[in-house]
């Protein structure tokens, strides 16, 4: 019998291998599979890493839940967001099973009858996973957002035309910054959404329930050990969230302070119209782009203050795209990476068929 490696509950800037050990010793069972496929999942991205999803395991299938209690009812009301947190999870449990040489049969929203229900997932025949899967499986749980400015490296060649083609194949797009005034026009409605949101005390109030203080014993949240203390400008800047709310936590500064740090390659994450499938299919690209750009010793920093904030979303898709619906903005760019990331156990996520889990609410929030 095959034992698979501990699922990484908590990774405390140790990298846990997401291999499974002794594989070649026997078929795993259907239990050891769904373990491994969900601790993977839920390294996926997330906003505010509230983790909005549960998993419902039965055999060789698994159910992908979006957890409406884990939705920000102010910053994201449509569960927009919500949604591309469970789309990435999605492609991050898909590539946990290629992983482990199963193929993958997977039907996506939309369920009436079940509006939470994202995805159900089921795997049969074994077919060898190709070098690119393994290659983005190996990132899963190397890859953090970055939050602040890039090293002046550029990226390697080829890596924004593969992106491009990966957003393309899960039914959105990516679509590049190229020159310096939609660069900067951009920069300008993310400064003008953050200035929109600190001066809206429910939002502030909400931030604040996902920004946990140093020293919280929460799995959840953004903590922080995950964003610098000052945040690092740039030109144009992209103006960070302000998780620390004036507190001064975070981590010391990743480079002198008289380093010239760099804004990156902005992009933006679209989908062709807005419904929930939408958003899943960018959570899927999402995370495909992430783990392609870790795979290329890229790293990403997420702006999602201008798409929470609706006229300012209207404007980036009306006067600085092409009508297609912003999910997101991003920034790729090469440096260090510090931040460390928390998730909940298996424990708070992976129930039996139908039942939420049952582990006690760990999050405090
Ligand atoms: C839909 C979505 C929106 C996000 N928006 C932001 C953002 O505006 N600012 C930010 O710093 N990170 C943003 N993030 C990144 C999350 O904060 C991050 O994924 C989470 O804290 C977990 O950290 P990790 O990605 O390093 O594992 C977003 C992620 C998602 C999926």
């Not at 078929?27 to 839920?42: C, F, K, M, R």
């Not at 890493?49 to 698994?62: K, S, V």
Request: hydrophobic share 40%.
């Amino acid at each position: 019998m095959g034992k698979l490696a501990s699922p990484p509950a908590r990774d405390l800037g140790v990298v846990t291998p997401l291999v499974p050990r002794d594989a070649e010793q026997g078929p795993l069972t259907a239990a050891q599979v769904t373990a491994y496929v969900v601790g993977a999942a839920v390294w996926a991205p997330s906003v505010h890493n509230t983790q909005p999803w549960w998993f419902a395991a039965e055999g060789t299938e698994i159910a992908l839940y979006a957890d409406a209690g884990r939705q920000l009812n102010v910053a994201d009301p449509s569960g927009r967001e919500m949604m591309i947190s469970c789309g990435a999870a999605l492609f991050t449990a898909k590539l946990a099973l290629r992983s482990l040489g199963y193929s993958v049969e997977s039907r996506v929203l939309p369920d009436p009858a079940d509006p939470l229900l994202v995805a159900r997932l089921r795997w049969r025949r074994r077919v060898a996973p190709a070098g690119f899967e393994l290659r983005l499986f190996s990132q899963v749980t190397r890859r953090r957002t970055h939050r602040g400015g890039f090293e002046p490296q550029p990226l390697l060649p080829g890596l924004l035309e593969a992106l491009r083609q990966g957003a393309t194949r899960d039914g959105a797009a990516l679509r590049v910054a190229s020159d310096v005034g939609t660069m900067a026009a951009l920069a300008a409605v993310v400064e003008m959404a953050e200035r929109v949101q600190r001066s809206d005390s429910g939002y502030v109030r909400e931030l604040a329930v996902w920004a946990p203080p140093p020293g919280s014993r929460r799995l959840d949240g953004v903590s922080p050990s995950s964003y610098p203390a000052r945040p690092e400008r740039t030109n144009p800047d992209f103006t960070s969230r302000d998780f620390a709310r004036g507190h001064g936590w975070g981590l010391p500064a990743s480079s002198p302070a008289a380093a010239t740090r760099f804004t990156g390659v902005a992009c933006l994450l679209t989908t062709p119209t807005d419904t929930p499938a939408d958003w899943v299919n960018a959570g899927h690209a999402l995370q495909r782009l992430l783990l392609t750009s870790a795979s290329y010793g890229a790293a990403a920093a997420l702006n999602s203050q201008p798409v929470e904030v609706g006229w300012l979303r209207d404007i980036i898709r009306v006067q600085l795209g092409d009508d297609s619906y912003p999910q997101l903005v991003l920034r790729l760019g090469t440096v260090i990476q510090s931040a460390i990331s928390l998730r909940r156990p298996l424990s708070s996520v992976l129930a039996g068929a139908g039942r939420e889990p049952t582990a006690p609410a760990d999050s405090g929030h």
